[in-house]
Nanobody
């Protein structure tokens, strides 16, 4: 079955950077659109970024544009989220997704905490 394992979360001060990684297995990785979502305490899970199968196109939610960069390595079955200029409102559990929010697969999440 599909398995997604996130890593790279942690505690960082506002203005700092983190790089999240997601290792995928149990799927033909290059066939899947990959994405990152996040869920803050007492809030709904929200979309952050997505990347096309080839990595040729990306899309971001407005609040992270210019600060976050999604990338993938199809040879390694990995997807990444580089997060720069972090803000306290970026604090959330970040989830890797394969195949879309409605019917895709999810990782267990990694906590990102940004202190002010």
């Amino acid at each position: 079955q599909v398995q997604l394992v996130e890593s790279g979360g942690g505690l960082v001060q506002a203005g700092g950077s983190l790089r999240l990684s997601c290792a995928a297995s149990g799927l033909t990785f290059s066939n899947y659109v990959m994405g990152w979502f996040r869920q803050a305490p007492e809030k709904e899970r929200e979309f952050v970024a997505t990347i096309a199968r080839s990595g040729g196109s990306t899309y971001y939610t407005d609040s992270v544009k210019g600060r976050f960069t999604i990338s993938r390595d199809n040879a390694k079955n990995m997807v990444y989220l580089q997060m720069n200029s972090l803000k306290p409102e970026d604090t959330a559990v970040y989830y890797c997704n394969a195949g879309g929010a409605s019917s895709g697969s999810w990782g267990q999440g990694t906590q990102v905490t940004v202190s002010s």
